[in-house]
């Protein structure tokens, strides 16, 4: 059904024995002495069983959520797809620790396989795993995406200083213009004081300030003048340097650049993605955790055997009268109206620790606040949620174009 042409099993004891050869410091001495060996070997395991079989995989899943592939036909398949998958994810933890440990060149290969590997690690439920496989992938792409595009103001490939991830471009524009302002200034007292020493040598008189503003607004005025003919006169012949925003971003940028880019927000998605799964996976358990000890008559508060929260909890309950409750409700009811109408602004949806610590982590920069808030709008259930979620995320997309 899935066209192998090889024995899945005997790729599994493949697996078995590369993990087994890189455990220790028998392991590290085979990494060392014949990593040209252990290279070639990854890189035709991927090639030749793993990439085409599983874009097999996918043309499957494709055709069965089309309705073309029947659901009998589908669940015989379906068992061989999942047995594929747990022997790619063994062997493709050993390929994936051995690219990064001879710090292949590569890193678009290294990080389609990184991205790969997370998704099947993430249907695995081991989001830790792909926790770490994608951090480590995604310092390797920002290393590189910063040897790459980083530069200095006196750059001549690009508009501004950087579209670095981890450069403050519009900060470093507020500083290129300051620059220029006070080099501006300069440049125009310098030339005044040339213009009175050429009046003085010429015997003239010398002028009072207001004269020498009026003289210097003259000057000013002259230049802008040249340079708009100067502009004109390039433009009519077709030699201006100056890049064409009009122009699509293709015009500027290198294909490599682009797939690095691309590839970088698809770490970035699936990071967040997991890292949101894992933080709700571990609210989960506390709150497990929380309910049966409290079961249990334990208080968690200084670890001392007590009164429960449960039984404040009741008496809360009955002290508040039916009044009270009725009022709650009709009051949340009436809120939730007016948000859907669009009359009350729907509230800030509340974001629990892990979540806070994500978008902290990502600082100013507002395209990893964009795909993060997309991402969480994703996790969530409640649709006013969502929606002031995607806005915050279109909000953020708006400032980094304002931003460049």
């Known amino acids: 059904r899935l066209n192998l042409f090889f024995d899945l099993p005997r790729l599994a004891d493949l697996s078995k024995a590369m993990k087994a050869a890189l455990q220790g410091a028998i392991g590290d001495d085979l990494l060392n002495k014949n990593f040209e060996i252990l290279r070639d070997l990854c890189l035709q395991i991927w090639a030749e069983f793993i990439l085409p079989i599983r874009r097999r995989m996918d043309d499957i899943i494709e055709l069965r959520q089309q309705g073309e592939i029947d659901w009998k036909v589908f669940s015989e398949i379906n068992g061989y797809i999942s047995s594929a998958k747990n022997i790619f994810t063994e062997i493709l933890v050993s390929v994936n620790m051995v690219l990064n440990k001879i710090e292949y060149q590569d890193v678009l290969l290294v990080s389609e396989i990184a991205i790969y590997l997370a998704s099947l ?26 040897e790459n595009e980083t530069r200095g103001f006196e750059a001549t490939r690009d508009l501004k200083i950087s579209h670095s991830i981890t450069c403050d471009s519009k900060k470093a524009e507020e500083i290129d213009e300051s620059i220029k302002k ?9 030339a005044r004081r040339e213009r009175t020493k050429i009046r003085k040598k010429a015997g003239k008189r010398a002028l009072d300030n207001d004269e020498e503003d009026e003289e210097e607004f003259e000057t000013i005025l002259l230049e802008n003048q040249q340079k708009e003919e100067m502009k004109k006169h390039e433009a009519l012949e077709g030699k201006t340097g100056q890049v064409d925003l009009a122009k699509p971003k293709e015009w500027r940028h290198s294909e490599y650049e682009r797939n690095l880019a691309c590839l970088h927000t698809d770490i970035l998605v699936n990071l967040y993605r997991c890292e949101i799964k894992l933080g709700a996976q571990m ?16 208080s968690q508060g200084k670890g001392t055997v007590g009164v429960s929260g449960a039984m404040r909890t009741k008496a809360r309950t009955i002290a508040k009268g039916k009044t009270a409750s009725k009022i709650k409700t009709d009051a949340a009811e ?4 007016l948000q859907e109408a669009g009359k009350l602004a729907p509230p800030k949806p509340k974001m629990s620790q ?9 600082n100013k920069n507002a395209y990893q606040h964009a795909l993060f808030y997309m991402n969480l709008a994703a996790a969530r259930s409640n649709f006013q949620e969502q929606k002031t979620l995607l806005r915050d995320a279109v909000t953020n997309i708006e400032a980094a174009v304002e931003m460049e």
């Open 121 to 146: 690690l993430e249907e695995g439920q081991d989001v830790k795993l792909a926790i770490q496989v994608l951090r480590s992938n995604l310092s390797q792409v920002v290393r590189l995406r910063e």
């Open 182 to 190: 006070y080099l501006r200034q300069w440049n125009l007292e310098v």
């Open 283 to 298: 609210a989960t358990i506390r709150e497990q955790t929380q309910t049966l000890l409290s079961a249990q008559g334990i």
């Open 334 to 337: 009436l809120q939730h109206t």
């Open 354 to 362: 892990y979540e806070r610590a994500l978008l902290k982590e990502n």
